[in-house]
């Protein structure tokens, strides 16, 4: 998820001076359904949203997972995404080793075990590697999100090839925006416990969007910050804006 809240004339992170008027303006972009953002001040929620409707529009974001299969054996993918008839406006990678991990603590000779992404102008390409899940509650999964512009005639395509032990599989899976529009899927690629590709629900742009905007006449000057949640349990706190005088 992205945030971004203003508190008078601070960003967050930064400090504003007292006033009888407090002008806040927050924002919140996610990348599945949200759940629930707040704007909180100590203990006291000051302005909430909990309620994210969908809409038939098919602008919006699709998640897409790949990873798990049998502890410490790995998985080399290569991966190539096309959006068909629809327009591809960002690609937000979540890759272990880049994004997810400062790339300096990452070993010199981790060689083609880094995750590779390179965007085109209606797609993208992706090389990475995973491990099935060294333990029932940490996922070492990679994956993107995609942001369309479509259409009813819109389909995304997935091509990968997975390596994995003595076992080489190419797929190629298309869908529609309506196919993922009201469930998720996935897939094995080789039988149970074996790794697989996840495809989260379509979430149209009015689910995955917050913006809070308004003046407040504060009782207290404790530090303000932005909070949000996703349905899929995913969540982002801002960094605070503080009081001087």
Known sequence: MEVMLFVNDAFQGQKTKKLKTTQVRAYVVGFDKLDSVEL?????????????????SYSGCVDFMFGWGKKHVRTSWDIQVDIIDGVLLDVSPRLRGIDMVD????????????PRFTRSEHGACFRIVTDGNSNAVTDSSQGFVLDIEGNERTKVKLQFRACWGDIVENRTLIFSIDDLRHRSTSEYVH????????????????????????????????????????QNGDCVFSSPVSFVE
């Open 40 to 56: 909180v001040q100590g203990d006291t929620i000051l302005a909430g949203q909990y309620d994210f409707p969908s809409d038939e």
């Open 103 to 114: 790339p300096l603590d990452t070993p010199e000779n981790a060689g083609d075990s880094l």
């Open 191 to 230: 039988g149970f416990v074996s790794p697989a590709v996840a495809i989260g629900r379509f979430c149209a742009r009015g689910e995955v969007i917050c913006k809070i905007e308004r003046d407040f006449q504060l009782s207290s000057f404790q530090a303000v910050y932005l909070r949000a949640y996703q």
